[in-house]
């Protein structure tokens, strides 16, 4: 059994989370829906089982690195039991789309609607994961000076090998289905979800506009994303009201226009029915502070 280690970074201001490491054995802490205001990186070291998340379900084994937004639904059951690490930080301590050049796992690792929420670790990246981790439990522990430059630099070092790991890995998906002729329809698809997600809100929308069938293209976006197409539409409208709301301080009803919705009241009931908090309190909870305290 591994040795319990939790190790935490206090927002001074608010008294939230700001920054925790934290070593596990089993899967009591993730064998139910979480909804954390805070982004969470999940490396199973050993162990299998399924994973919920969202609307879509995925076996997993050993090595494999999960990458949860905030507010992302997700539940771990496990077949074997489970062993590894887990990191969460707060966007007011790191925040992905601010660092994006930096970092560029936004997309890749987080927000991808196209994409299964983890990636399966290398040897060589499993090493990159342990030494970094220890070095980070190694900071917390001695509370040096200029401490949290220290675990943000850690931080970013991780989520780039995590990020430039997904990215070979896609490549070699995409490859292997290069001969499909779905994967047109898919990319079409993609790129008019992207550009059009403001204005066209229903699958209709999308059908018309890609000339196929509401059913064909149903079916094809369940084969490739295990998700429907109105699934797909409503996450990538909540990817960009979430950084909308923790990025700007646009009124809400603003944000509600720019995506496509007149009535902002509407917009408030879709955007808690698909994060399961208002627009307001995940604005509160996911914003942007300074001033941490270690436990």
């Known amino acids: 059994m591994l040795e319990k280690s939790i190790h935490t970074l206090i927002n001074r201001q608010n008294g939230n989370l700001a920054f925790k490491i934290s070593k596990f054995d089993n899967n009591s802490n993730f064998d139910h829906i979480q909804r954390n205001n805070y982004y969470t ?9 399924q994973l919920k998340a969202d609307f879509s379900e995925f076996y997993f084994e050993s090595n494999s690195l999960f990458a949860f937004y905030p507010y ?3 539940m771990l059951s496990e077949k074997e039991e489970l062993e590894g690490f887990e990191i969460n930080f707060h966007p007011d301590f790191f925040c992905i789309h601010r660092h994006n050049k930096e970092v560029a796992c936004n997309g890749v690792l987080f927000n991808n609607i196209y994409q299964s929420p983890f990636v399966n670790v ?3 990246s499993s090493n990159i994961f342990s030494m970094l981790i220890q070095q980070i ?5 001695t509370k040096n000076f200029e401490q949290n430059e220290m675990l943000v630099s850690y931080l970013k070092v991780f989520l780039i090998t995590a990020t430039r790991l997904k990215i070979e890995q896609q490549k070699s998906i995409e490859t292997f289905q290069i001969k499909n002729k779905k994967l047109t329809i898919i990319q079409d698809l993609k790129t008019a979800i992207d550009k059009n997600y403001k204005d066209l809100h229903s699958a209709s929308d999308y059908s018309s506009l890609l000339n196929i069938s509401a059913n064909a293209l149903a079916k094809i976006t ?3 994303f295990n998700k429907t197409l109105t699934d797909l539409i409503s996450e990538r409208i909540i990817i960009e009201a979430k950084r909308e709301l923790y990025l700007t301080k646009k ?3 603003e944000i509600a226009f720019e ?3 007149n009535d902002e009241l509407y917009f408030s009931r879709f955007f808690k029915t698909n994060v399961d908090v208002s627009p307001q309190l995940y604005r509160k909870t996911v ?5 941490f305290l270690e436990t």
């Not at 490396?43 to 089982?49: A, E, F, Q």
């Not at 439990?137 to 522990?141: N, Q, R, S, T």
């Open 122 to 124: 290398d040897e060589n």
């Open 259 to 261: 995506l496509g919705y």
């Open 222 to 224: 369940k084969e490739f």
């Open 72 to 74: 992302q639904p997700f």
């Open 287 to 291: 914003g942007f502070d300074r001033g």
């Open 41 to 49: 990186l999940i490396w199973v070291i050993k162990g299998s089982g």
């Open 137 to 141: 439990i190694g900071e917390m522990k």
């Open 251 to 253: 009124p809400i009803k």
